[in-house]
């Protein structure tokens, strides 16, 4: 079975491109998403903040979702969900669904798998991998879609606006931050995170802070962090870090010509409105790529 | 809310409308007038009956004051909502007696 386009990822840039493929009249379009509903990360973003540019309004995560999901069902574009794409060959598309596994074929493919969080482990440190340490991804996606919010006392590590956001979250559901420690001298995030996450609930915030050691054997004990040329020691029982997103495209073993990438998969944006800017603009590519590559 | 940034001679008019500034021309005039208003909106997430695998978000139907915040949390900690649930839709009404309602931001059928 030939299709003409095959999107991974039913996120912000895999719901734009797949619109504006449709509005442009690409007929055959699938897109293959690994969770069990649309709207990727946004699902989880559930404050407010989204779709100022694009819509004009301020959303939540969810309604910004929501706008695009209602119009895949109104166009009746198939997705099909809980299918994860473990790999990509030229026009073949390995992939997993809950029955087994399967493989498509497509004239055009679109990479919008997002992006994933850089890890901890990627900053060299002496000392323990004690449990307690999670990325504010994760820590985001346990209170907002499951209600598990784990620890009482919690370091932050980086202040860009995923943890300032994620800070504020953990501080609403009864947890006690102990500190958002930057490394450069002036926090990442945007001022009304700073005000709105930070400030408004007192969280103490420490710029030039490098992380020196993780304290505790099997458990999370403590963090010692230099600032100021003075090592300083701070308990906690839970670490939560957020130093940043890689583009996630794991999937690329080979750049063929009918191969796209959209969204955070290309590169990190500041905010989802880019990336359906970005969704569009990449559909607009793969039109012109199938309409002349028609006899291939 | 409108006022008058008073952090520098240049004096912007700088307004507040449900949470969206407007008319500052630095981030110190952002946090000006963030200052000003203790009201916030809230969102968070509510458990939805018989589903542990997502809860359900919803969002203050206008902003709240922080101090209230803790208060609210406790209050939803044993609610449930019952799907169907559609955006837009009030899931809890006038909470803590403020007149404001929670409102669901998801479709969960």
């Given at each position: ?15 734009a ?17 690994y969770?069990?509903e ?20 301020n ?26 794409v ?5 026009n073949t598309?390995?992939?997993v669904s ?20 850089r890890s901890?482990?990627s ?18 996606e ?8 784990i ?23 009864g ?6 420690f930057?490394?450069?001298?002036r ?12 400030y ?6 420490y ?7 993780i ?8 963090v010692r962090f ?12 839970t ?11 794991r ?40 309409k ?5 | ?6 952090i ?14 407007s008319?500052?021309?630095?981030n ?31 969002k203050?139907?206008?902003r709240i004051?922080i101090?209230?915040f803790?208060?609210?949390r406790?209050r939803?900690l ?16 006038n ?5 404001i309602d929670?409102i ?6």
């Amino acid at each position: 079975m030939l299709k003409e386009l095959v999107i991974v990822g039913g996120g912000s840039a895999g719901m734009a491109v797949a619109l504006e493929a449709r509005r442009l009249g690409i007929e055959d379009i699938l897109i293959l998403e690994y969770l069990d509903e649309l709207g990727g990360v946004l699902n989880q973003c559930i404050h407010s903040g989204f779709g100022l540019e694009y819509f004009k309004e301020n959303l939540t995560g969810p309604e910004y979702a929501s706008r695009f999901i209602d119009l895949i069902h109104r166009e009746n574009i198939p997705y099909r969900l809980n299918n994860t794409v473990a790999g990509i060959d030229g026009n073949t598309i390995y992939a997993v669904s809950p029955r087994g596994t399967y493989e498509l074929e497509s004239r055009a493919i679109v990479l919008a798998t997002g992006a994933r969080e850089r890890s901890l482990s990627s900053i060299l440190l002496e000392g323990n991998r004690p449990k307690g340490i999670y990325s504010a991804g994760t820590m985001q996606e346990l209170i907002n879609k499951l209600g598990i919010a784990i620890g009482e006392r919690i370091v932050v590590i980086g202040s860009g606006d995923i943890g300032l956001i994620v800070s504020r979250r953990m501080v609403l559901n009864g947890k006690e931050v102990v500190g958002v420690f930057e490394k450069e001298s002036r926090p990442s995030g945007l001022e009304g995170n700073l005000q709105t996450c930070i400030y408004d609930f007192e969280i103490p915030l420490y710029t030039d802070a490098n992380l020196v050691e993780i304290l505790g054997k099997d458990y999370v004990e403590g963090v010692r962090f230099e600032i100021d040329d003075e090592v300083l020691e701070f308990q906690c029982d839970t670490i939560v870090y957020s130093i940043g997103l890689i583009p996630e495209r794991r999937l690329i073993l080979d750049q063929t010509d009918n191969l796209f990438i959209a969204g955070n998969a290309n590169k990190i944006y500041g905010i989802v409105d880019e990336v359906t800017k970005n969704g569009q603009e990449v559909a607009r590519e793969v039109f012109n790529y199938l309409k002349e590559n028609l006899n291939d | 809310m409108t006022s008058t940034c008073t952090i520098c001679p240049r004096a912007c008019r700088i307004s507040n409308i449900d949470g969206i500034v407007s008319g500052n021309n630095c981030n110190k005039g952002l946090d000006f007038i963030l200052k000003l208003d203790n009201r916030r909106e809230y969102t968070g997430t509510v458990a939805v009956r018989d589903c542990n695998r997502t809860r359900l978000p919803f969002k203050s139907s206008d902003r709240i004051e922080i101090e209230l915040f803790p208060q609210i949390r406790n209050r939803l900690l044993d609610f449930q909502v019952k799907r169907p649930v559609y955006i837009g839709q009030i899931i809890y009404e006038n909470i803590l007696d403020t007149g404001i309602d929670l409102i669901s931001t998801k479709n969960l059928v």
